[in-house]
């Protein structure tokens, strides 16, 4: 893809960036001229393999206040101050309420929304000084849905919504934003145990009625990080083919 630069000059850290949704992102950012700092639980080798010397890989557990630690050193060695965080890591098992356990619900925060918080704390006094910086929660269209099994996944990504909006009215007079992307069902690992009926029948609820792949869900991530968003912060933006509509 040619490099039309609206990225040119920015670091972005992208969790859960070894592979699927997270992937397809960090690879989309460095092809705007971003540097890329891409984190997973094990290293990202293929996701840093596609983007080249503009890529470091970082193993680190998003839930883990060191991880974050280790993310701004490997951040600050290569690239220096970072200007964009897309937290995109999730945990998603599929428990009814009668099988969930308090162990299932704390990972399920942890992962999905201490992140968020860890983040914020870690990387907004540099976007501060830098007077710009831009957060992208990555949440999932399944708030709004009837998905079972799912109790506490829909609290943590509903929590990414709060989460951005409180942030964005913290940190909004030097030039930082806060939003979130609601991804729908999406071609990834995360839903290969899906069958094909369970899938067909998510996507036919779509105004667009097929499956999205990762790249699909990448523009709104890419606009969110530019200037041309600077005036939009708080917002939750869906990205589902048209299945879940707001307002
Ligand atoms: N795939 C979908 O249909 C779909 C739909 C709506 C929302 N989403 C959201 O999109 C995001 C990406 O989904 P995906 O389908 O690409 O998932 P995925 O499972 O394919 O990839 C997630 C990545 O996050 C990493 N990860 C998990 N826990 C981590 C931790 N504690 N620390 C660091 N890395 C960790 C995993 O190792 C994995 O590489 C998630 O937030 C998910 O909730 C996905």
């Given at each position: ?5 609206t990225h040119q ?13 997270g992937?397809?992102?960090a ?12 984190v997973?639980?094990q290293p ?11 890529a470091v890989g970082?193993?680190?557990d ?12 490997a951040?600050?060695q290569a690239?220096?101050n ?6 995109n ?9 009668e ?16 992140a ?10 540099g976007m501060?000084r830098?007077?710009w ?8 269209n ?11 996944y829909?609290a943590s ?12 009215n913290d ?6 934003t806060c939003n ?7 071609h990834?690992?995360a ?8 899938r067909r ?5 779509q ?10 869900i990448?523009?709104?991530v890419?606009?969110l ?9 708080g917002?939750?933006l869906?990205?589902d083919g ?6």
């Open positions: 893809m040619a490099n039309p630069g000059n920015r670091v972005a850290v992208v969790t859960g960036s070894g592979r699927g949704i992937a397809a992102i690879i989309a950012l460095a092809s705007r001229g971003a540097k890329v700092v891409a997973d639980l990202p080798t293929a996701t840093v393999a596609a983007i080249g010397p503009a970082v193993a680190a998003v839930s883990d206040p060191d991880g974050w630690s280790a993310i701004a050193r951040a600050e690239f220096g970072v200007d964009i965080v897309v937290n890591a999730a945990y998603y098992p599929n428990h009814s309420i099988d969930l356990d308090l162990e299932t619900w704390r990972k399920t925060m942890s992962v999905n929304l201490d968020q918080f860890l983040s914020a704390k870690q990387f907004v006094p501060r830098n007077q910086g831009r957060f992208v929660g990555i949440s999932s399944s708030i709004g849905l009837t998905v079972k099994g799912m109790s506490h829909i990504k509903m929590g990414i919504v709060g989460f951005m909006r409180g942030l964005a940190v909004a007079n030097d030039g930082i979130a992307v609601l991804p729908g069902l999406t990834t690992v839903t290969e145990a899906q069958g094909e009926e369970q029948a998510t996507w036919q609820a105004a667009i009625q097929r499956f999205a792949e990762p790249e699909e990448v523009g709104p890419l606009f990080t530019t200037d041309d968003a600077a005036f939009m912060t917002q939750a869906v990205v048209g299945q879940y509509r707001v307002g």
